[in-house]
């Protein structure tokens, strides 16, 4: 999310999603607190104590997330904690530049040298890095028993190849928030399908309720993509075959969903023409300002709702699954960051103990209440701590765990590329099936 904060770069794209922090860093103003540190000039964020010799040295990559501390507080308590290993953070840029995240990561883990021994990875990563040989395999570290205490869904997530090559930390996914005061006033029950939610929105709109029936992500970046995906997994739709070597985005549920998100700008006009340039920052200003019924977006918009300093809806917003068209269910894209070792780590054994560390019940109680981030441990979601400080986060524990991941395939970042630019083709010139049936063509050749 930010550019430490203040939201994404002119020009750049993103290949992933916001967090909380980004957003508070966006509303406070600033230019950015850390900045987007270069990937090899990491610090070690104030930790000066003397080395041992007999310490292992390590390092630790990860985007900059934010909330009432970073993650490089994270490390100086693992540093702390323990005089075995010391870890040297690396801070990349925030998620809202996870192309440079990205691109940042595979030119380290392509050297093969081994650093940075541990690193974080959007989900949507796994797979690539896996199949390239940069991601150590986890089971002999992390047997079935050990496993036991995460989501299935993100184990299957961390997943390739039949090998756990990744180990769960927190999770986001898109979530379908409304006004509560305003849907009052409109039958009172939150709409369960697509076309009941721009029945409603439309109403409110000719009685002036607000400005906007429906905001949503259509830029041209990866949040599009995720849009995309829960769209057409609630109309029974998907972008790849099972077996991940053809594409689907041209078959009739993928169409008529994106059909439909066109729809919401040209013909019930819902949605703003503006939503085909906006992510999640600008599509989160309207609704926050008061100005908006529905919204699709991810978890840290509900911490500035409720913020009176940033928004003019607090107590007024309620956040529930996102509709499906009729025979379809609610689909909410799987986000979120997961942890990796470096196969070419020469320290394998510290890195592992800071994965098992950062991993933990323990460390993901503590990102929970100080980040925001929702962990990947159930136990954690009955935390009466959590459900105290995070209500909104406790509440909301089945479209977590229900969430959809992206296409999984090696060749992810060529096929968001493709979707991204043909689904934007599609909304702004309406020819759906005639743009999706040439994404489907190009995504064939990139996984065929």
């Not at 934010?66 to 870890?87: C, H, M, P, W, Y």
């Not at 909104?392 to 970042?413: C, D, N, Q, W």
Request: net charge neutral; charged share 20%; with cysteine.
């Amino acid at each position: 999310m930010d550019e430490s904060r203040k939201g994404p770069r002119s020009g750049s794209k993103s290949i992933g999603h916001v967090t909380i922090a980004d957003r508070r860093q966006f509303l406070i103003g600033s230019a950015g607190l850390l900045g987007a540190a270069a990937f090899g000039a990491g610090t070690s964020l104030g930790i000066g104590r003397a080395r041992a010799q007999s310490r292992a040295e390590i390092s630790f990559a990860s985007a900059a997330f934010f909330g009432k501390e970073t993650f490089g507080d994270l490390i100086k308590a693992f540093n702390e904690s323990q005089d075995r290993i010391l870890v040297k953070n690396i801070e990349l840029p925030p998620p809202s530049s996870s192309t440079e995240v990205y691109q940042g990561l595979v030119q380290q883990l392509a050297r093969r040298t081994g650093t940075p021994d541990v690193f974080s990875q959007d989900v949507i990563w796994i797979a690539g890095f896996a199949a390239a040989g940069w991601a150590l395999p986890l089971d002999e570290y992390f047997p079935a028993d050990k496993r036991s205490g995460y989501f299935t869904g993100t184990l299957n997530a961390c997943t390739y190849g039949g090998k756990l090559t990744a180990l769960p930390w927190f999770m986001d996914s898109g979530m379908f928030y409304y006004r509560k005061d305003v849907l009052e006033k409109h039958g009172g029950k939150v709409p369960e399908t697509w076309t009941d939610m721009a029945t409603i929105a439309a109403a409110a709109q000719k009685a002036g309720d607000i400005d906007f029936g429906y905001l949503w992500q259509g830029k041209q970046a990866e949040v599009l993509v995720c849009d995309a995906v829960e769209i057409i997994t609630s109309n029974n739709g998907a972008i790849l075959a099972p077996d991940g070597k053809s594409s689907l985005i041209n078959q009739k549920g993928a169409v008529e969903a994106i059909q439909f998100l066109h729809d919401t700008i040209a013909t019930n006009k819902v949605s703003p023409q503006d939503v085909l340039s906006w992510d999640e920052e600008p599509s989160r200003q309207p609704f926050t300002s008061g100005k908006a019924m529905f919204m699709r977006n991810w978890s840290y918009v509900y911490p500035i709702a409720q913020d009176a300093k940033a928004s003019q809806v607090v107590d007024k917003v309620g956040v529930a699954p996102l509709p499906s068209f009729p025979g379809g269910k609610s689909s909410a894209c799987l986000g979120g960051y997961q942890l990796g070792v470096n196969a070419n780590s020469k320290q394998r054994e510290a890195a592992i103990e800071l994965l098992t560390w950062l991993s933990s019940t323990e460390t993901q109680h503590r990102i929970a209440l100080n980040f925001g981030l929702a962990p990947t441990r159930p136990a954690l979601f009955q935390d009466a701590q959590i459900k105290k400080e995070q209500p909104f986060m406790a509440s909301l524990e089945k479209v977590f765990t229900g969430a959809t991941a992206r296409p999984i395939t090696p060749e992810y970042a060529k096929v968001t590329l493709a979707l991204q630019s043909g689904i934007s083709k599609a909304l702004v010139s309406g020819n759906i099936q005639a743009e999706m049936d040439a994404t489907a063509a190009q995504i064939d050749k990139i996984v065929g």
